[in-house]
């Protein structure tokens, strides 16, 4: 290892020269790339890199709210976080736009991270955008007219049941309720009577039939015993 970093780093190598048209040895290289063009060395200036875009929001009882999605986070630091700040207060806020699945909080409150980074409220939310989140969350206008026919299905059937109740002499539609949900605890009410029969812990129920032994089936018995022949 000591030879790679000493000696051979340092060497000009051809696999370097040849695509890049420029004589490099692999330290050499490795720096500018490092320095130059990434300038990235932790996990926390990566997010700060692609959360490009700033905001204010208003901290509320459910965390925040950005282009329709909500944050709340799912460790519990937010829930530190408002039990020790309260409501109300406005904080800026940076979010990747291409990727709804958190958020960071700039803040100077002690005892949390700046800035402190809460994910979506939403379990399970997919890698996806600001953009495409709400599409999704956009009812299609197919789905709109197919749910305005659906109800006028159900409107019509439900006036067309109500007329032919009233041409029967039946009552209204919420009579007809009402007898039905009557018929249905005077059914409750009996069986609970039946139960009510037997004493507590008995080994018989109060209906007399249940309390028949099972029939024994009749087994049928050849006429004739088999002979050794027919067994063969």
Known sequence: ??????????????????????????????????????????????????????TERTLQRYGFEVEGVQFHGKDGQLRRFISQVGVGGRYEIRYDPEDAREIAVIHKEKGFPNPLVVSAKMEGMPAISFAEAKQLRVVSDESKTADLEARASAIELALSAQRKAGALGRGKISDMKKHRNKELQRRKNSEVFEKSKAPPGSDFSGRQEMNRPTPKLKVKRRATCPQMETME
């Open 1 to 54: 290892m000591k030879w790679i970093y000493d000696v051979y780093g340092k060497k000009l190598r051809r696999g370097i020269h040849s695509p890049l048209r420029r004589a490099e040895s692999p330290t050499e290289c490795w720096e500018r790339l490092e320095w130059r063009v990434l300038n990235v060395k932790t996990p926390d200036e990566i997010r700060n890199v692609f959360c490009s875009r700033t």
